[in-house]
């Protein structure tokens, strides 16, 4: 009844920049928090950054100053602008959302979007 839909993944050179978008839809009353993970071949899926409500975040040591959750709550979306990337950025990134909808409670996944940094 959920549906998390997320946009803006591509081919980019080190040093550039992308920006993921991911749409929540469905049988919405709040969304407690948002966020994007990654998963790289051979690698488990891992934390890139969450926002809470409130505007509160959280982000992996490793994309910290490089990238920036932002949300928009009328829209139940997401924002991840991610800048300076690495080749090691490299993965599909997902959409995660906590959700409370009618009673209720639990996660919900995007399908995914890919990234790929390469020079």
């Known amino acids: 009844q959920v549906q998390l839909v997320e946009s803006g993944g591509g081919l980019v050179q080190p040093g550039g920049s992308l920006r993921l978008s991911c749409a929540a839809s469905?049988?919405?009353?709040?969304?407690?928090?948002m966020g994007w993970y990654r998963q790289a071949p051979g690698r488990q899926r891992e934390l890139v950054a969450i926002i809470a409500r409130g505007g509160l975040t959280n982000y992996a040591e490793s994309v910290k100053g490089r990238f920036t959750i932002s949300d928009d709550n009328a829209k139940n979306t997401v924002i991840l602008q991610m800048n300076a990337l690495k080749p090691e950025d490299t993965a599909v990134y997902y959409c995660k959302a906590d959700v409370l909808g009618g009673s209720s409670r639990a996660d919900y996944w995007g399908q995914g979007t890919q990234v790929t940094v390469s020079s």
């Open positions: 469905g049988s919405i009353s709040r969304i407690y928090v």
